[in-house]
């Protein structure tokens, strides 16, 4: 499988995110937000936490309209495979690869803590290692992650089982407690929680290992 | 010339910083402030004959997220 993790002036998770899909079996490459193009034959694309371009305007909105991102909407539209975490996920937003929105967080604090996090499904190749209600454990580290999304959207969610995550414990005031959320052909996942935050023994918990080694073995069959 | 825009959150959408605000000021004294909603003002020096179309499509595109932002135009 080959992922490619793309770079933002002010990623500052992106060589974890490479690390966690190295560690899965992934081929990795690094891609700078300049370049036009996503390497050859990449199944799929990262995109980092971290703070692009200073959170300036909104959170990844700069980065939503930087020229890889033409190419990241180019290879979701051909059906690839994205992961957005946390800022990542505010880019997938912006770029409306995913819909709804993060605002600030409703306690106005940054939070930085392990939170436990519902799997609502295992129908996705990013949840398929995990039970639908399992409870486990990831890092959350962020200022803007209060998910909002009109009514009609926040129920298109439901109905369509696409909320993969949810807070048992809502640290941010997201609508419906959602940490995560799939596109409509469900090969799109933006989470604010950071799973290779938690995919090494050393990390302190290992819960984020699953998503990755799951997602691996999904692509390479496919 | 010259245009201001103004980016605010639609109606219904919760803004927590303007609720901060209100907080701080009835903490102050300032008593009957029923809401505070916070926004931005973007200020743009622009060629001369540049259309409103244009600045539109500059908030479509990038100055607000018309998911949870309304914006408003004003040229000079």
């Known amino acids: 499988m080959r992922a490619a993790v793309i770079v933002f002036p002010g990623s500052n998770c992106d060589r974890d995110l490479a690390t966690a899909f190295a560690k899965a079996g992934c081929d990795v490459q690094m891609v700078w937000h300049k370049d036009t193009d996503l390497p050859e034959h990449v199944d799929i694309v990262g995109i980092p936490g971290g703070f692009s371009f200073g959170d300036y305007l909104r959170c990844g909105a700069i980065a939503a309209n930087s020229p890889i991102c033409q190419s990241l909407k180019r290879h979701v539209d051909r059906g690839g495979y994205a992961l957005g975490i946390c800022n990542g996920f505010q880019v997938l937003t912006e770029t409306r690869l995913l819909p709804g929105a993060l605002m600030r967080n409703a306690g106005l604090k940054f939070v930085c803590k392990t939170a436990p996090l519902r799997v609502e499904t295992s129908d996705s190749v990013f949840t398929r290692g995990y039970n639908a209600g399992e409870v486990v454990g990831i890092p959350i580290a962020h200022h803007d992650g209060n998910y909002t999304a009109d009514a009609d959207v926040l129920a298109q969610l439901k109905d369509e089982d696409r909320i993969a995550f949810t807070y048992t414990d809502n640290p941010n005031g997201s609508a419906g407690n959602i940490a995560g959320i799939l596109s409509a052909n469900r090969r799109v996942l933006g989470m604010m929680p950071h799973p290779e935050r938690a995919a090494e023994i050393g990390h302190g918990g290992t819960d984020g290992a699953r998503l990755f080694a799951h997602l691996a073995e999904a692509l390479a069959q496919a | ?76």
């Not at chain 2, 959150?9 to 919760?14: A, D, H, W, Y």
């Not at chain 2, 303007?18 to 009835?26: D, I, K, S």
């Not at chain 2, 903490?27 to 909603?37: C, I, K």
């Open chain 2, 1 to 76: 010339m010259k245009a201001r825009v103004h980016v605010m959150l639609k109606n219904g959408v919760l803004d927590p910083q303007g609720e901060a605000v209100r907080h701080a000021l009835g903490a102050l004294g300032f008593d009957g402030v029923a809401g505070v909603r916070q926004g931005k003002v973007i200020e743009l020096d622009l060629a001369d004959g540049t259309s409103e179309e244009t600045v539109k499509a500059m908030c479509e595109k990038l100055l607000a997220n018309t998911v949870i932002e309304r914006y408003d135009i004003e040229l000079a």
